[in-house]
């Protein structure tokens, strides 16, 4: 089993910057996607940020692009989501996500963070 847990967030004015982060331990397959997923209220789970960990390769929600970076600590097995320029509408529950790409293997997700984005 994998664990997946995240850290970070609060509350901040718009414009201003937060970064997630999110360590994953337990028996990893050795091709994985890792990544961030948000609900705002009255949303749907929406796609943000993910990385494939083989190669570093990154992939960004066109909302954030530009604004949100994706990066990795293999020594820590984390990581991180900084969030640069935001916005009102970035307000909503963040859960970090582990995607095995090969394989029969079900996902792996964080209990979710807050991110409260003030006008």
């Known amino acids: 089993q994998v664990q997946v847990v995240e850290s970070g967030g609060g509350s901040v004015q718009a414009g201003g910057s937060l970064r997630l982060s999110c360590a994953v331990s337990?028996?990893?397959?050795?091709?994985?996607?890792m990544g961030w997923f948000r609900q705002g209220p009255g949303k749907e789970r929406e796609f943000v940020a993910a990385m494939r960990w083989s190669d570093g390769t990154t992939y960004y929600a066109d909302s954030v692009k530009g604004r949100f970076t994706i990066s990795r600590d293999n020594a820590k097995n984390t990581v991180y989501l900084q969030m640069n320029s935001l916005k009102p509408e970035d307000t909503a529950v963040y859960s970090c996500?582990?995607?095995?790409?090969?394989?029969?293997?079900?996902?792996?997700w964080g209990q979710g963070i807050q991110v409260t984005v003030s006008s």
């Open positions: 337990g028996r990893t397959v050795s091709s994985y996607r």
């Open positions: 996500n582990y995607q095995p790409l090969i394989g029969v293997i079900r996902d792996s």
